[in-house]
């Protein structure tokens, strides 16, 4: 497994923008594919954005396709969620996740998770 980190949560407001880091250790990090889900409160972990092990392919979730981006830099074992145009019912804890693999829209194909970061947005 790799080990994941993330940073860059915070508070903004909306129409905002905030772009989420996630650090990887311990493995290949171009081997896996990452993925971006996100948790709240008293909600089910969803999914929001994956991207393959070379960051060629990408896919969204329909209610953050065209405000967000996923990237990777595999030079720097590091992976990101650009996010604009922020709304309210963005606020969440946000998790990235790695499996080796293509990408994936299930988080339980995922075995590689970061502790999460919280994004809140004020309306």
């Known amino acids: 497994q790799v080990q994941l980190v993330e940073s860059g949560g915070g508070l903004v407001q909306a129409g905002g923008s905030l772009r989420l880091s996630c650090a990887a250790s311990g493995r290949t990090f171009s081997s896996y594919a990452m993925g971006w889900f996100r948790q709240a409160p008293g909600k089910e972990r969803e999914f929001v954005a994956t991207i393959n092990w070379s960051g060629g392919s990408t896919y969204y979730a329909a209610s953050v396709k065209g405000r967000f981006a996923t990237t990777r830099d595999n030079a720097k074992n590091t992976g990101y969620l650009q996010m604009n145009s922020l709304k309210p019912e963005d606020t969440a804890v946000y998790y990235c996740?790695?499996?080796?693999?293509?990408?994936?829209?299930?988080?339980?194909?995922?075995?590689?998770w970061g502790q999460g970061t919280q994004v809140t947005v004020s309306s």
């Open positions: 996740a790695a499996r080796i693999g293509g990408a994936n829209v299930d988080p339980n194909e995922y075995d590689s």
